[in-house]
């Protein structure tokens, strides 16, 4: 279809979420007959792909890939660098040039900006007014289609020290509603945070749900999963019920607090807990105390075969996250069969129903709660295979395939009004 699609993330990632969604959103627009690009920075999970200065030197600032080297999509690699305030994030440079080049030379129909506290989702509103003021004066401009979806977490005390904190709420306060001004769709990862995009300026009509989405290979590789691979490559014993964490290995997902309900179950030796994910700012901590203890097995990060394999294995996934926005992994869970304890945070307490296909606990400090959850569960396989079936039959609904095709019907829709 000749409606080309923009994702639009600061850079590329095989592990991290907001960047795996922008990418899956790009990847399935392609498999529906849309054509598209991702627009990113030169870093690829922190490292170069194409060095700033051959950029500078080519006298152009963007180098586009049909195939890009790292994630095998359309990719256009912007002129970029990163920032040392905020932490964690990359700026474009001369980007609304960027954005006037590439809708001369490829076109622009659907753009679709990710994240919050860089410069793509200012200058791209920027962008869209300019071009609509243009319009409104006289000076016939094509219809651009923009979206933003911020992936929102709260700016709270436990997760954010105070500096970051009020920096955020700033930016919050200052950028989102030049932003809700500008799009045409807000794509909001869980009603809960719909409900704050709308404390915050944006209008009911602008939210579209969007709940990150499960790609449809990856549902398939679970389909198709032996949990028998997993238990032989990682020496469990068969007839073992497996509790699993599945993430980065960080503060933020608290996978110490996992290990501290590992502990509860010591003697237990039905029971098998599994640490899997990239290490990060909790990795030594949780290894430390996971060699302490025979049912905890720490895998690190894991293919996607893996991860379907583990999935098939798991009797339970647990996740006591600090704040999440809504949490990927927990709806492979679920498509898996599998119920999910959580800590019941932001997005989380919206994705998983309490007693339906899951169970809510008081927080992520609650482990005494996630050790009574998990002995109900294990004590009464009809309950808990009663909230696996739940749990599979919601997660279905959100494969990316369905919800990119609704989103992008949408889009053409506005484009002609």
Known sequence: MDFKFYSVMYQTSNSKGQELVAQRMLKFALKLGYKGYLITSIYHDGEPVVSDRELEISGKPYRVFERDPRIGLPTIRVLSRKLRWPPRRIYF???????NMIEKEIGIDFIVTHSTL?????????????????????????????GHMSHFQPPTSGRYDPFERTYRI???????????????IILAVTGVEAEDMITMGAQPSQIFIFPGGLDDEEAKEIDNAKAEDFLEEFRIENGKKIISYLGTVEERKNPAGVVQVAKMFKNNDDVVFVIAGKPGDQWEKVIKEARKLRNVIVTGELSIKQKASLIKASYLNIIMSRIEALGLTQIEFMYGGIPVVTSATYGQKWLITHNKDGVHLNGP????????????????EGLRDEMGKNARDKAKG???????RSLLEKARQISQS
């Open 118 to 146: 860089w410069n793509g989702p200012e200058d791209t509103a920027k962008w869209i007014l300019w071009r609509k003021i243009m319009e409104s004066m006289g000076v016939h401009e094509k219809r651009v289609v923009f």
């Open 365 to 380: 400090d609650d482990m005494q709660g996630a050790y009574k959850a998990i002995m109900t569960l294990l004590n009464n």
């Open 398 to 404: 959100f494969l990316l395939s369905t919800l990119m």
């Open 93 to 99: 440079r001369d980007y609304i040039s960027v954005l």
């Open 170 to 184: 700033a930016w919050n306060t200052t950028e989102l509603p030049s932003i809700f001004k500008a799009a045409d």
